[in-house]
């Protein structure tokens, strides 16, 4: 796939499509590492801490929590800013 280079402010960036977004899950804010290898750049994910769960607390519904909060992240970030 091929995308173009565009200016933003006082650097330039790229636009990421909206369906590698929703594949790799990313959203506005996540950070990503930039490597160069000889003329290619490589873009990786920053890998997620994995949360403690307390003890009694079922696996299967953190990762249900998980899932949830990651998905809809941008809309929690805006209610807690209300």
Known sequence: MQQK???????IGTIIPQFLNRDLGLLPGDPLIIERK???LIL?????????????VDVKFMKMVDDFINEH??????????
């Open 38 to 40: 000889g003329d290619q």
């Open 44 to 56: 990786s994910r920053v890998k997620k801490t994995k949360r403690k769960i307390a003890r009694g």
């Open 73 to 82: 992240e941008d809309v929690l970030k805006e209610l807690a800013n209300r």
């Open 5 to 11: 280079v565009i200016q933003i402010g006082n650097s």
